[in-house]
């Protein structure tokens, strides 16, 4: 008997709730206003896919400076229409907003050993804000002599890099286990050194690709600008340096050309906000041409949800620098849950909690 009397009171409540709700949308509007996400505002760049590669050698350690990596990588990319600038800490003692202005992904090599960490507070802000704006970033390590300067861009995203592993001779062409993912689109093997570094991987960073069980190349994709992590920068390493094919083994180059495409930012999700009844979301272009036929989805993992867990949708066409706000169906439900939001191949989540038809980020 007691709980007929519970329940229909529940029902009760929830039909005055939506009458409420109906009756009263200025109280809507404050309600979303006072609740909705904080997240920062997009602030892209330049659309041109230009790359800086950034070796961190400054010229006072083992010499593994611009010079090793400016040569067949850049021909690489530039056939496939990417403009890349190779330089080092030699060249460019600092790296500023204004340096980073003109280009839309960093690769940053950590090729100074024995460093105990050559970026200032002010340089890892600005490499975090770059990527957080939207672009593009690869860090690759090698072993224990070679951290320090990936880490301090790295550990920030969850991308601890430490120690040595041996994964047969310098130059060697190792087959390692790919998940799937673009960065592998036609890539069986890759080159490796004899002495690569590791790394530990936490959420939301993810492994891609590990070797002998070793992790091997590990991601970051929350809807910011994407990163990548590699153990060995030696991928990148000139054809003939030291006796090896280097970049030009196996499937290294469309690797590397995979890296790049995968980088190149064109669809970032900007603010997520609840409210009443809806989910909404910004979508925007920061490529260098209008996207079109761009898929998205909002979902809601977690808690009880009754109406409203999924839903999708396309663009049709998202101009230059053009933004878009979507919308889920309805929610009702009840309880904490995740709000997932996936356009094109980039994702952000963030927690919520559903109070009936309202959704509180």
């Known amino acids: 008997m007691r709980n007929g009397i519970w ?4 029902v009760i409540g929830i039909i005055l709730f939506f009458i409420g709700a109906s009756a009263l949308p200025s109280i809507s509007g404050n309600l979303t206003e ?18 800086l590669v950034y070796a961190t050698e400054d010229g006072s350690s083992y010499i593994y400076d611009r010079t090793v990596f400016n040569i067949d990588f850049p021909i690489i990319l530039e056939n496939y229409g990417y403009t890349v600038t190779v330089t080092d800490r030699i060249m460019t003692p600092t790296i500023t907003d204004s340096l980073l202005a003109n280009y839309k992904e960093l690769w940053i090599l950590s090729s100074k050993r024995y460093s105990s960490g050559v970026f200032s507070s002010n340089e890892i802000n600005t490499i975090l804000a770059f990527r957080n704006a939207g672009n593009g970033l690869l860090i690759m390590a090698d072993h224990y002599d070679y951290v320090d300067d990936a880490n301090q861009i790295s550990v920030p995203l969850g991308v601890t890099f430490f120690g040595l592993v041996y994964h047969g001779p310098s130059g ?13 689109t036609g890539v069986t093997t890759i080159v490796s050194s004899e002495d690569d570094g ?11 690709a590990t070797y002998q069980g070793d992790n091997l190349i590990a991601i970051l994709n929350n809807g910011e600008g ?12 000139n054809a003939g340096f030291g006796g090896h094919n280097w ?17 190149n930012p064109n669809i970032v999700i900007g603010n997520i906000t609840g409210g009443l009844f809806k989910v909404k979301a910004q979508i925007k272009n920061i490529g260098g041409a209008a996207a079109t036929n761009v898929a998205w989805k909002i979902e809601l993992t977690g808690g009880l949800i ?15 620098n053009g933004t878009q706000t979507v919308s889920s169906k309805m929610i009702f439900g009840f309880g904490k849950t995740v709000v997932k939001v996936t356009a ?3 994702t952000k989540s963030v927690n919520a909690t559903v109070l009936l038809v309202f959704i509180k980020i």
């Not at 006072?34 to 790359?51: E, Q, R, T, Y």
């Not at 992590?229 to 991928?235: L, P, Q, S």
């Open 172 to 184: 060697n062409l190792i087959y390692p286990q790919f998940q799937s993912h673009p960065l592998f």
């Open 7 to 10: 329940t229909k009171g529940l």
């Open 226 to 237: 994407k990163v990548v992590f590699d153990v060995t920068f030696t991928r990148l390493f």
């Open 306 to 320: 009754i109406l409203g867990k999924l839903t999708t949708g396309t663009i049709a066409t998202l101009a230059v």
């Open 34 to 51: 006072v609740f909705k996400n904080k997240s920062s505002n997009l602030n892209p760049i330049s659309s041109k896919a230009n790359i």
């Open 198 to 208: 590791k790394m530990n991987v936490n959420n939301p960073a993810q492994i891609v």
């Open 247 to 263: 970049i030009l083994s196996g499937d290294t180059p469309q690797y590397v050309k995979n890296i790049a495409d995968w980088l």
């Open 344 to 346: 094109d191949t980039t």
